[in-house]
């Protein structure tokens, strides 16, 4: 094995992504001990990516972005005998702790699952975040059979895979979203209804009552966490965000972050390989709004962060690969 010579989407330093975030020419190293090195096919984008362009994790620099990838392995770590080269994977590289991440050409895996037959790179590198974030809070949640459930800006994709899984679950579900996944998410089995002025009276109206559990998913500046405490019964442990912090922590609401720190990050325990399993066979989406090759990288980013990119990003380094 030896090192590759790879373009990565990096930060230098600390900062807005669109002020920090620059193309380097880069030789990815073998995988150490419990890694595998993969030719990326797809790299997702998340918020969680420009939070830690702005300093969210402190740690060494350089760093990159792309915490979801899918590929093609083509160098393993010592101890690592469930994959072999050539097999196709998706998983989660490591943005802390690595030069570089998934917006690459070769990227270094923490964790991988194979990629079952009938789901394609796209939906792969869809799945990691959005599906462990959502399923863990909702067990954070303690969300059970029989729970009406309000995710509140199902419209985002970790409220999107939260309506899905929580339907698996058995729990009545009613989503906040707006026109694009509105209808989608009613097909699902949720109850919907738009955000805006009288929101509350419609949840009401739709859960004839109030809501025993309310997941926060819109970003930081929504406002609405008063208003989603006063549904769940104007008890602030009843209310979860995963992205409205300060705002959550003044009022007693419960973060996922912190609660996530606590436990020292997410687990996967099969979650993963469940649930691509359900997207190969149909019963589990996570919507695209866009592909872009690697070079288009700063457009994709700029969607990503713009405020409603309208599904799912991906970065396809394959597209317009150098010749090596």
């Known amino acids: 094995m030896t090192a ?11 900062g807005e992504p669109a002020d920090v975030l620059r193309e380097d020419r880069i030789e990815v190293p073998d995988p150490g001990a419990g890694l595998v090195r993969v030719r990326v096919a797809a790299a997702g984008l998340n918020p969680a990516d420009a939070e830690l362009c702005r300093g969210f994790a402190p740690g060494p620099l350089p760093r990159g972005i792309g915490c979801d990838v899918a590929g093609t392995v083509d160098a393993v770590g010592a101890g690592v005998d469930d994959v072999a080269v050539g097999d196709r994977v998706f998983g989660s590289s490591d943005v802390v702790r690595q030069p570089s991440a998934g917006a690459a050409d070769v990227a270094i895996l923490r964790s991988w699952h194979p990629v079952p037959d009938g789901l394609d790179s796209v939906q792969a590198a869809a799945l990691p975040m959005v599906v462990l974030t959502a399923r863990w809070t909702l067990d954070l949640m303690g969300l059970g059979p029989g ?8 419209g985002g994709m970790v409220g999107y895979a939260a309506v899905q899984i929580a339907l698996r679950a058995g729990a009545r579900v009613l989503a906040t979203a707006g026109p694009t996944f509105a209808g989608d998410l009613a097909r699902r089995g949720a109850l919907v209804t738009p955000y805006g002025e009288g929101m509350a009276d419609r949840v009401r109206a739709l859960a004839g009552g109030d809501v025993d559990l309310v997941l926060d998913t819109p970003r930081p500046g929504a406002g609405t966490l008063p208003v989603l405490i006063a549904l769940a019964g104007g008890d602030p442990a009843r209310v979860v965000t995963i992205s409205n912090h300060d705002e959550a922590r003044a009022l007693g609401a419960r973060v996922n972050l912190d609660e996530l720190r606590a436990g020292g990050g997410l687990p996967d325990d099969g979650v993963l390989r469940e649930y691509a399993a359900l997207a190969a066979a149909g019963e589990f989406r996570i919507p695209i709004a866009a592909t872009y090759p690697l070079g288009a990288w700063r457009e994709a980013v700029e969607r990503s962060t713009g405020g409603h990119p ?11 690969a150098p010749a090596v």
Request: proline letters at 7%; aromatic letters at 6%; glycine letters at 10%.
């Open 310 to 320: 309208g599904g799912k990003l991906v970065l396809l380094p394959q597209v317009d």
């Open 147 to 154: 729970t009406t459930l309000l995710v509140h800006g199902a």
């Open 4 to 14: 590759v010579p790879s373009r990565a989407i990096r930060f230098h330093q600390f």
